[in-house]
């Protein structure tokens, strides 16, 4: 395979484009098109803030490195969740990002560990309120959720952004279609607004890119990032999806982008309107003072005091 732009030897050919681009011309093409769908979808400015939800995979720490080379300012935060899983998980995915930072001085981190900041681990608050039983991860979102939106308001940033890409996101847009959760449809988006009562926006810069094309740019930028998932990852509904898709798309290319294209096309024209049931009134948590639909006490700080 030779390369579009200079006939050199291809690094990737990506068949839904019809295009197979050398080492250089690819990194240029991948950075254009982040570029170009931040700029799309609005999701935000040179002069605004973006904190970067970094876990030491290769799909952040990509995303992580677009951005600083485009110029934004992106600081990374990693939120340590105590997991071993028999790899030295959490260990290990930090190692990787200290790794990067290495290469980048300059590169801000904001570092959460749970266990000595709240006094466990995710699998131990999980064992300790029987919240999820033998999976840690409601536990684990909903203390991510709490620890992304008290860093980015505390630090005064005015975006979060995370590394899902266009595999994670078929995925959950099929699951949605398949149980036709119409509520969860009507919220699914690339870009989820800021509310007025204090959870910060959020965006997802890679949304338009296969999980192949940002495991080749972390290659060819020589990226080190942990190859193992967290341990609790398997989730089976989510891997049976992603390998439907990947059938589909094996036989015709670009059926993934074009299925999630599809329904951003049919949200945009306000086919999903008014079916998002209605959230209820948030109030500032009496604890934390984040806002919270539980009543006066988060969630969040009603899961510590349990543990
Ligand atoms: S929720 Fe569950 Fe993830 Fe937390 S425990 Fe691991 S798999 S990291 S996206
Ligand atoms: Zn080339
Ligand atoms: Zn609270």
């Avoid at 093409?29 to 876990?55: C, H, N, P």
């Avoid at 992106?74 to 939120?79: N, P, S, T």
């Avoid at 890679?206 to 990852?233: H, K, M, N």
């Amino acid at each position: 395979m030779k390369c579009k732009k200079c006939s050199g030897t291809a690094v990737i050919n990506m068949r839904q484009h019809k295009l197979a681009l050398c080492d250089v011309h690819y990194v240029a093409w991948f950075q254009g098109q982040t570029e170009r769908f931040i700029q799309k979808y609005k999701m935000f400015t040179l002069d605004e803030r973006a904190l970067v939800a970094v876990s030491g995979g290769k799909d952040s720490l990509a995303l992580w490195q677009v951005l600083l080379d485009l110029g934004y300012q992106a600081d990374g935060l990693y939120i340590g969740l105590g997991i071993d899983g028999g790899v030295d998980y959490s260990h290990q995915s930090l190692a990787k990002i200290e790794q990067f930072m290495a290469g980048r001085p300059g590169a801000q981190l904001h570092v959460v560990d749970i266990e000595s900041l709240y006094g466990a681990s995710i699998p131990d608050a999980a064992r300790l309120t029987r919240r999820g039983q033998s999976k840690p991860c409601s536990v684990c979102g909903l203390v991510k959720r709490h620890v992304m939106n008290r860093v980015a308001r505390d630090g005064g940033y005015d975006v979060l952004a995370t590394g899902h890409n266009l595999d994670d996101e078929a995925a959950v847009l099929f699951g949605n279609t398949l149980h036709w959760q119409v509520g969860y449809l009507a919220r699914q988006s690339p870009v989820l607004p800021a509310s007025a009562d204090g959870l910060a926006r959020k965006v997802k810069p890679f949304f338009r890119f296969y999980e192949r094309e940002t495991a080749a740019y972390a290659l060819v930028q020589g990226i080190d990032y942990i190859y193992d998932e967290c341990p609790y990852s398997v989730d089976a509904s989510t891997i049976r999806h992603k390998m439907v898709l990947s059938e589909l798309e094996r036989k015709s290319p670009g059926t993934k982008l074009q299925f999630y294209l599809g329904f951003l096309r049919a949200r945009e024209a306000g086919a999903f309107e008014g079916l998002a049931e209605s959230r209820p009134e948030m109030r500032p948590c009496r604890t934390c003072g984040q806002p919270t639909t539980a009543g006066d006490w988060c969630a969040f700080c009603r899961l510590w005091d349990k543990v």
